[in-house]
């Protein structure tokens, strides 16, 4: 960014304290509600309503020839903490620890931990469901680096999990170019310089869960920088909605003549008349003849229950299209499919299947659980019957090892659930090193990888370590070469 940057908690009351500095780091802190730490002796005790969670999102921005920008934001709710009550006040606390670490050195370049206290004043359900934004800015050489975000609940420290991004951050080149897009949930013109939210005369309210519709958020705010552009020239910023598909929904195409070289741009896209799902949110930088400088995109989520009844009528089609598929399969062949299809399934599909009786009931309950996976309803990859049943057929094909079937295996679970890898590198075994295979995969969160180690000697991999999120993570996996 063109400005320095601000370590922030954002709540109801403001009370600003000083945060130590570190090299290239400013913090400033803006605390909700009273400080408090909790009491030892609690009258009450609210449970989380869901898993712990913590929605993380980060730009980079440019800052010299040399440097860049990296903001992170954070969104945290009550709804996933423990909360006390000590008198009348409801508390809770997240611990965060912010860890960027050079790839090639192995060394940590930036390290913050943080205690950030959550106070509500009831437990009523727009108290629990409301969201705090937690910020933080510092720059870094260019580089690739490792970013890590564990984070606990303080009540309950047994209740974690962590994040972990591959950061290639690179040199922009002299050609226009452009910064990632910081998607927001409003962004206004500004002059109040004290905000932690300002930036180049606008507030950008980050939004990390990048979640948005007529009950959220209903339109998208976009803030983005370009570069070394040609002043009174002619440029257009085109703006997109692409579905899973690849299909374009909408597309904003604006002329723009900027007189300076480096410039920001803000963008708004109404979502709330599109069905829940995921997308993508493009933009472009293009010359006035169309040839496209530079891109950049994020997903993006759209929450509408306006819309479930297209959802409703799209998993009735889809039912009655996957219906047919079952008709000439044996009770056998129906448990096997089941089976296979655990990857994607619940707990309670399974349970639910082991109590059905009979070839008939099977059908009908893989039938209603495929028209919800193909319907986007389950919240799970976007994938058909079809491409899935494939993957398992070439699963098994490739990755057979002492006599366990391909899809039971490490590699047949990642080739089955994201397919097809952008590479992959395969290290045979050296004078002191065992085999492994490292998988990466441009096309999911941005790029992630998939670390397999033949631990045994004797070609059975075993997934050791993967930068996306929700897989086992072990910055420490080389250890398990030798």
């Not at 374009?248 to 002329?255: G, H, M, T």
């Not at 290290?427 to 085999?435: A, I, S, W």
């Not at 180690?453 to 398990?480: A, C, F, P």
């Amino acid at each position: 960014m063109f400005v320095d940057g601000f370590f922030i908690i954002l709540s109801l009351k403001e009370d600003v304290v000083k945060v130590a500095s570190m090299k290239k780091v400013i913090f400033v802190s803006i605390l909700v509600g009273q400080c408090a730490f909790l009491q030892a002796q609690e009258a009450f005790v609210l449970k989380p309503t869901s898993s712990i969670m913590l929605n993380v999102d980060y730009s980079t921005y440019r800052f010299s020839e040399t440097e860049h920008y990296v903001e992170l934001t954070y969104a945290i709710f009550p709804s996933v903490l423990t909360i006390v009550r000590t008198d009348s006040i409801y508390m809770g606390k997240m611990e965060i620890f912010t860890t960027l670490k050079d790839k090639k050195t192995d060394s940590i370049v930036f390290y913050y931990p943080r205690i950030f206290p959550i106070q509500i004043p009831d437990t009523t359900t727009e108290s629990i469901n409301q969201t705090y934004l937690s910020k933080i800015t510092f720059r870094v050489p260019h580089g690739e680096y490792l970013l890590t975000v564990k984070y606990f609940d303080g009540v309950n420290r047994l209740r974690h999990d962590s994040v972990l991004y591959e950061c290639v951050i690179k040199k922009y080149p002299s050609t226009p170019a452009m910064s990632d897009i910081d998607i927001c949930s409003h962004i206004m013109e500004s002059e109040n310089t004290e905000s932690p939210f300002y930036k180049n005369s606008y507030e950008a309210i980050t939004n990390p869960t990048r979640t948005f519709g007529p009950t959220v958020s209903p339109v998208l705010y976009s803030y983005v920088e370009l570069y070394n552009l040609t002043p009174h020239t002619p440029y257009y910023i085109v703006t997109r909605l692409v579905d899973s598909r690849g299909v374009v929904l909408k597309e904003q195409k604006r002329k723009k003549i900027f007189t300076s070289p480096n410039i920001v741009d803000v963008t708004t896209m109404k979502l709330f008349s599109y069905p829940s799902g995921k997308y993508w949110y493009r933009v472009e930088l293009q010359d006035s003849s169309g040839e496209v400088y530079t891109q950049r995109q994020k997903v993006v989520f759209v929450h509408n229950p306006d819309r479930s009844g297209d959802s409703l009528n799209t998993i009735r089609t889809k039912h009655l299209e996957i219906s047919a598929q079952f008709s000439a399969m044996t009770e056998d062949e129906l448990d096997r499919e089941f089976a296979v299809v655990r990857y994607i399934t619940r707990k309670e599909d399974e349970r639910l299947f082991s109590k059905l009786k009979g070839s008939e009931a099977k059908r009908e309950f893989l039938a209603q659980l495929w028209a919800e996976i193909e319907s986007g309803k389950r919240g799970v990859i976007d994938i058909t019957r079809s491409v899935y049943m494939d993957r398992v057929s070439i699963a098994n094909q490739r990755y057979r090892q002492f006599g366990k079937e391909g899809w039971r295996t490490d590699r047949g679970r990642v080739y089955i659930l994201y397919g097809e890898p952008s590479d992959v590198e395969r290290q045979p075994m050296g004078d002191n090193t065992k085999p492994y295979e490292v998988w990466q995969y441009d096309h999911i969160e941005g790029g992630v990888k998939f670390i397999f180690v033949d631990r045994s000697g004797y070609g059975e991999y075993i997934l050791v370590h993967s930068t996306k999120r929700g897989e086992i993570q072990n910055e420490s996996w080389e250890q398990y070469l030798h």
